[in-house]
């Protein structure tokens, strides 16, 4: 069946680093794929999305490209702040028809001031 | 202003007892999902809808029940045969099932 694989965590960055948090998928079609971002305590929020290859999502000075050739959809961020501290969740929508959302296990990243 | 509410925030459950988790979405959206997150995991689906009075099984849905028989709601029960309820409950809408979903605030469920 269709799978995501993102990097384990914790990612730990100063302030104004560059981000990437890797993400690589299975799929037998075309997902599409999404970056879910969860505070604290609270419910995930698209963060961005992408529908098919090549397309680039971005939001908030988050990007991701879909990658087929090399199944892959990595988050990056050219300069994170201390309030992008949070989980970070690489999705894909199944292709067999259910449209179930199969999600990986969560990148958690630390900013430090 | 349009979202997804879910209720209460936290749950508490005394073992035998049967717990009913609250999910309303004003958005006008067809399709619903019940999500599990367990600390270090992803999320699993539990039971999903696609519309009014049908919904499936997700991948861990032994120990839940869930009703759909207004569109704008989806309450899953969380029954006394689910021997690890502990957890944080994700509710999620789709305006159709192909896209984007939104998720509530969540649920946590903590066993007495």
């Known amino acids: 069946g269709d799978s995501v694989t993102q990097m384990e965590g914790p990612v730990t960055l100063s302030e104004e680093a560059f981000l990437t948090i890797n993400c690589t998928y299975t799929a037998t079609g075309y997902p599409s794929l999404f970056w879910y971002v969860q505070y604290p305590g609270e419910g995930l929020q698209l963060l961005l999305k992408?529908?098919?290859?090549?397309d680039k999502g971005s939001n908030k000075g988050f990007e991701a490209t879909y990658r087929k050739e090399t199944t892959s959809f990595h988050l990056e961020k050219g300069s994170v702040q201390v309030s992008d501290s949070a989980v970070y969740f690489c999705a894909l929508s199944e292709t067999s028809g259910t449209y179930k959302y199969i999600f990986g296990t969560g990148t958690r990243l630390k900013v430090l001031a | 202003d349009g979202g997804i509410t879910q209720s209460p925030k936290y749950l508490f459950r005394k073992e035998g007892q049967n717990v009913t988790l609250s999910c309303e979405q004003n958005?006008?959206?067809?399709?619903m999902y019940w999500y599990r997150q367990d600390p270090g995991q992803g999320l699993r689906l539990i039971y999903y809808s696609q519309i009014v009075n049908d919904f499936q099984k997700g991948d861990i849905a032994e120990g839940y029940s869930v009703s759909r028989e207004k569109k704008e709601s989806f309450p899953l029960t969380v029954t006394s045969a689910q021997k690890n309820p502990t957890a944080f409950y994700l509710c999620?809408?789709?305006?159709?099932?192909?896209?984007?979903?939104?998720f509530g605030p969540g649920t946590r469920l903590l066993v007495l």
């Open positions: 999620a809408s789709s305006i159709e099932p192909q896209e984007t979903q939104y």
């Open positions: 992408a529908t098919k290859a090549d």
């Open positions: 958005l006008n959206h067809d399709a």
